[in-house]
């Protein structure tokens, strides 16, 4: 079993982690005395963690996301938002981090003025100052941003051609989250066609809490690279009772074409889209060898980190440093930074790190 020092110490990677799900409680509440803002639960940062911890775990994505009123509801000024970032930068950098693409929508924190532009710019400055904190502190990260557009609002358009004008400045790709029933991937194509057309990157929420057309748009009408969980894919996959196991076409091509999944154990598990960590088809996932990565979601509301999630998936199914190392580099692979960035982070920092903590593995075992 690996020990939490170790898996923190490992380097890792992150594709999917949202900027308003990772607030350190107690800047919410430093905020919200800042900022005027009222609607909190309790000013204790303790009790306002357990308080939204508590309204994430209802096995549903649609009351999953109400949480995020206090922290969006924080985040509408500039010098909050640069906080938050610069926190976020910290704190994965802190806990082995070493390439994260955090998203945010901007459209969210627009309700006292602010632009799209201003929010992605003070979001990057923030990516900047953090990871410069943290780089002063001996933890090197790479922090890039992918901007969203939330599917119930209408300014998908607006929001790809935002992310686009940054693609210099940090942002990396344009993602699509927020309700799936409902909402699915085709009602934003002109907004998926933009940035294709520029030749940008996307990611979708798809196949979370909505099952294979879900998949099948993001994929065959929006063009998505990535996706964002992905996990419904299994319902294309039929196990038989004798173990073998027999795929569906649109499962197929998703192995076939490498095409990345952004899986979020714990978060699945609080949005009912699996019953635990144990039972979760990212086991079946890995063993059937897709491209699947780990990740957090939403660090406050699940209650997680990168490392912890690892250290679920281990306890779980003892995937040990090997598969931690596979699954990481996996996720460089699917990154959308440029092809030589990743590579340096691979060859330069994730496998000798790994090769450094096996060394050290082996010597206690000695
Ligand atoms: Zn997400």
């Not at 900022?35 to 999953?64: Q, V």
């Not at 949480?67 to 610069?86: K, L, N, P, S, Y």
């Not at 406050?300 to 490392?307: A, D, E, F, P």
Request: aromatic share 8%; with cysteine.
């Amino acid at each position: 079993m690996l020990t939490p020092d170790r898996i923190r110490e490992a380097p890792k990677a992150l594709l999917h982690d949202h900027l308003d799900g990772g607030l350190r409680p107690s800047t919410i509440v430093d905020l919200a005395g800042e900022y005027g803002y009222d609607g909190l639960p309790t000013r204790d940062p303790d009790d306002l963690s357990a308080w939204i911890r508590r309204g994430a775990d209802r096995k549903s994505l649609e009351l999953y996301l109400e949480t995020f009123a206090h922290t969006v509801g924080v985040m509408q000024e500039r010098d909050a938002i640069v906080r938050v970032a610069a926190e976020c930068a910290e704190d994965l950098a802190a806990d082995g981090v070493v390439y994260a693409e955090v998203r945010y929508a901007p459209e969210l924190s627009t309700e006292r003025g602010l632009t799209l532009d201003e929010v992605v710019d003070a979001n990057l400055e923030g990516f900047k100052l953090g990871a410069a904190r943290a780089a002063e502190s001996g933890r090197a990260i790479v922090m890039t941003m992918l901007v969203t557009a939330m599917r119930q609002a209408a300014r998908s358009v607006e929001v790809a051609e935002c992310a686009v004008r940054w693609r210099d400045a940090g942002v990396v790709g344009f993602d699509v989250a927020g309700p799936e029933k409902g909402y699915p991937p085709t009602r934003y194509l002109d907004a998926f066609e933009y940035i294709r057309r520029e030749n940008f990157h996307i990611t979708i929420h798809a196949g979370e809490s909505f099952g294979l057309p879900s998949i099948w748009e993001a994929l065959q009408f929006a063009g998505a690279e990535r996706l964002g969980h992905g996990v419904r894919i299994v319902d294309d996959i039929t196990t038989r009772s004798d173990g073998s196991v027999e795929l569906g076409r649109l499962a197929a091509f998703v192995r076939d074409r490498r095409i990345p999944l952004e899986m979020c154990p714990t978060s699945n598990v609080h949005t009912g889209a699996a019953a635990s960590v144990r039972e979760h088809p990212i086991d079946l996932l890995r063993r059937l060898r897709y491209r699947v990565t780990v990740n957090t979601d939403n660090r406050l509301m699940s209650g997680v980190t990168l490392s912890s999630e690892f250290e679920a998936l281990d306890e779980a199914f003892g995937i040990g440093l090997g598969e931690m190392e596979w699954l990481t580099i996996n996720a460089l692979k699917s990154a959308f930074a440029p092809f030589d960035e990743r590579l340096r982070l691979i060859n330069e920092v994730v496998k000798p790190g790994y090769a450094h903590l096996r060394a050290e593995q082996s010597r206690v075992a000695g």
